[in-house]
């Protein structure tokens, strides 16, 4: 295994720095029975007058059972986007440090480069929509602090193979996150549980997705324990609210009921791939690990402009590289991915 020195990837104040010491955070005995008169609350109950837990303690529990990790390998935030903004700043120093995206990818990470002062060094997929390992190694330098890889990756729908993640395990020196916003929909095995051989390596998941909770912002963060100790040091104390610890809680509890509609949803995606092979004007079809189909078309700008008239709303991602004239399309439930087609054949 690599030597892996956290302190010399973490920036320089960060490390010097104490955390903000909160009310509950200086309080530990955040469920027991006693009378709290320490954070300037209104004391009236209303289910909600008090601060979260800025642990989170109970829903890191429920996660720790249910992905087989311990609990102080994981961080939550507000949405994944709120933990990979932490990760800059936390890692990279502005106008010194880089990081290194696979464009075509999720944007967040090059809007977060930008707003952090760091330079995003872009390295384009392969035309098979694979990284090309040995231009990311060449890329890197002593400011290289974080490689994105998002597998399956956005808007491609692809996962990147095996043999290309090892590689890059074994020789990349940063940390690497992988970012698994669409693993519950994969084929392919989550790479969590390698946390635990390599020591920079972060694993990104989200209830956005899978879990059908886009609207309540729960992104989670999986990594090494002193990894997890730099972010709980910078984040904002209460960064995940009361309701959406309850709801997180409430899902995760009915996790059969997560695991029958990802179920739908993978039949519904071979369904509409099929069904997408005999419109004339889609020329091809990318193979999809995730809740999504990238199509090439003729003519996106067209096309798009055809089913948002029919009152369809997709995304058209033809200005991203590799992506020219290609459409993507979110599975629905049966009777939109029904209405979808009828309207396609119509065209
Ligand atoms: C949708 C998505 C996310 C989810 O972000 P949240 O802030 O957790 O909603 C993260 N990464 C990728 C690649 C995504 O497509």
């Known amino acids: 295994m690599r030597t892996f020195d956290i302190n010399k990837l973490v920036r320089k104040k960060v490390l010097a720095m104490q955390s903000y010491s909160s ?22 109950e ?15 529990k429920k996660l720790s ?13 507000n949405g994944s986007d709120e933990l990979l903004d932490l990760l800059f700043r936390a890692f990279c120093e502005p106008n010194r440090d880089s990081v290194i995206t696979l464009p075509p990818t999720y944007g967040m990470y090059s809007v977060l480069a930008n707003l952090n002062a760091v330079e995003n060094k872009e390295i384009v997929l392969q035309n098979d929509f694979e990284p090309n390992v040995d231009l990311i190694l060449k890329a890197t330098d002593e400011t290289t602090k974080i490689l994105f ?31 698994e916003a669409y693993i519950d929909f994969s084929s392919k095995e989550s790479w969590l549980q390698k946390t635990e051989q390599f020591p920079n390596l972060i694993i990104l998941q989200t209830l956005s997705k899978a879990y059908g909770l886009a609207g309540i912002r729960l992104g989670i963060l999986y990594a090494n324990a002193q990894i997890i100790a730099v972010l709980d040091k910078i984040k904002p104390p209460y960064n995940v609210n009361k309701l959406t610890q309850e709801k997180a809680l409430e899902r995760i509890e009915n996790y059969d009921v997560v695991l029958e509609e990802i179920k739908m949803i993978l039949t519904e995606r071979e369904k509409l791939i099929a069904d997408l092979n005999t419109i004339a004007f889609i020329e091809k079809i990318y193979n999809s690990d995730a809740n999504f189909i990238l199509v090439k078309v003729d003519d996106a700008k067209k096309r798009y402009d055809q089913l948002l008239e029919k009152g369809i709303v997709i995304r058209n991602r033809s200005n991203q590289e590799l992506c020219g004239n290609c459409l993507r399309i979110t599975i629905g439930t049966e009777k939109e991915n029904r209405k979808l087609l009828e309207i396609l054949k119509s065209l």
């Open 23 to 44: 009310a509950r955070d200086e309080f530990k005995d955040f469920y027991k029975d006693l009378i709290f008169l320490d954070a300037n609350e209104n004391p009236f």
């Open 46 to 60: 209303n289910g909600l007058n008090r601060y979260p837990d800025p642990k989170q303690k109970s829903l890191k």
């Open 65 to 77: 059972e249910l992905k087989n990790i311990r609990e102080n390998q994981i961080i939550l935030g």
């Open 149 to 179: 890889l998002c597998s399956p990756n956005n808007p491609t729908g692809n996962s990147f193979s095996e043999d290309n993640m090892e590689r890059l395990l074994a020789d990349f020196s940063g940390l690497i996150v992988i970012d």
